[in-house]
Every structure is written in C-alpha cells, then in structure tokens.
T-cell receptor, first 115, second 109 residues
Framework: DAMVIQNPRYQVTQFGKPVTLSCSQTLNHNVMYWYQQKSSQAPKLLFHYYDKDFNNEADTPDNFQSRRPNTSFCFLDIRSPGLGDAAMYLC??????????????FGPGTRLTVT | GQNIDQPTEMTATEGAIVQINCTYQTSGFNGLFWYQQHAGEAPTFLSYNVLDGLEEKGRFSSFLSRSKGYSYLLLKELQMKDSATYLCAERDSNYQLIWGAGTKLIIKP
C-alpha cells in the first residue's frame, strides 16, 4: 500500500547531540512537510518542500534543518536538541495541483525524547 | 495571523450525535479540513469542504459556511472508538494548513 513511513517511531537523544529523523513516501507526492506537535497542541509547521523548493516557516529555529535528496525521502536534522524540542514530529505529504482537495497524508510520527 | 477556534473538549454519550464547531478567519480561504487524531497517533483525514453546504460521509458529515467563516463536524451514532481529538484546519491561498488546537471528544457509555 502507498504510504508515508517515518523512522524511527521513538527516538531518544541527549541534550545537544545531533539527531536526524527520516521520512519516506511511496505516494509520489510533490510536497512534503515537517510538523512539530506537542501534547494537546495543534501541529506546528516547521518547513515544507514543494518539489525541490525549500520553504522555511519564519519562526522555525535555525536549530532545525531539512534535506530532501529525492522525491521519496525527506530528513529533519536537529543540530543541538534542547529539552524544549521534545515532541512528536510528523511528516506529511500532499499532491498540490491547484485543484481538488490535496489532502495531507501523515506518517505515524516520531516521538523525540531529549534527556 | 489567522486564528482557528474550536472548543477544547466535549463529552457525548455512545449512540448519540455530537457537533464540533470551528470558526476561522476568511481572508485567503482555500478550503477547510477536518482530521481525527487518536492519542499518540498521527492525524487522519476525515473531510474537506471548499463550497458552502454539507458533505456527508457515512456517520460523519462536515458543513461549511464561507460567509460566516464557520464549519462543523457532525458525528452520528457515536462509538467508543470515536474518542479522539478532532482538528479543524483551514487551507490558505499558499496551500498551507492553519490548524486549530483540536477538540478532545470523550465518549461515555
């Protein structure tokens, strides 16, 4: 089945130790998103790729970086995780064509713990 | 910025009907989505409205009034598995989703 896959599902890292979260999709969607979601809060968009074009949200800290080496894969790099970065990180994809609903399909998320 | 307002929490009884309301700011409106999110899981798509009126999908229906900046999600014949957080999200003219904080729905037997 076509899907959005995130690895790992649970990640523990130490304060200040770089960590990379990965996302892959078999939907061949042109847009990929990274969201941060903390408990009882709405998902917060960090950045997205429209094809190869990278779009950073204005309030996304520099500590967060992303790479999209090809259509299928997208990575979230946290260069120096702080305790406040502990959250669920959600990857989503959509096919934006200018018509239709273009719903976003979410992966299962990676829950990041910072110790 | 644009604000999405929805109640924080609602309680309903198994077998009953519940309506979850959502209001949004109309500037740049390009569609309204409802997602369901169970605890510890990712959001899953429920419905999409871009024109006024009611969209029905089995036990779930979603309504939109663009002039009022208002939508609701209607859940019928509630089941215990419907206990979840329901997220309202407005899509803007740049195809980005602006999310509400979600409504936690508690179903009681």
């Amino acid at each position: 089945d076509a899907m959005v896959i995130q690895n790992p599902r649970y990640q523990v890292t130490q304060f200040g130790k770089p960590v990379t979260l990965s996302c892959s999709q078999t939907l061949n969607h042109n847009v990929m998103y990274w969201y941060q979601q903390k408990s009882s809060q709405a998902p917060k968009l960090l950045f997205h790729y429209y094809d190869k074009d990278f779009n950073n949200e204005a309030d996304t800290p520099d500590n967060f970086q992303s790479r999209r080496p090809n259509t299928s894969f997208c990575f979230l790099d946290i260069r120096s995780p702080g305790l406040g970065d502990a959250a669920m990180y959600l990857c989503a994809t959509s096919r934006v064509t200018g018509t239709g609903d273009n719903e976003q399909y979410f992966g299962p998320g990676t829950r990041l713990t910072v110790t | 910025g644009q604000n999405i307002d929805q109640p924080t929490e609602m309680t309903a009884t198994e077998g009953a009907i519940v309506q979850i309301n959502c209001t949004y700011q109309t500037s740049g409106f390009n569609g309204l989505f409802w997602y369901q999110q169970h605890a510890g899981e990712a959001p899953t798509f429920l419905s999409y409205n871009v024109l006024d009126g009611l969209e029905e999908k089995g036990r779930f229906s979603s309504f939109l009034s663009r002039s009022k900046g208002y939508s609701y999600l209607l859940l019928k014949e509630l089941q215990m598995k419907d206990s979840a957080t329901y997220l309202c999200a407005e899509r803007d003219s740049n195809y980005q989703l602006i999310w509400g904080a979600g409504t936690k729905l508690i179903i009681k037997p």
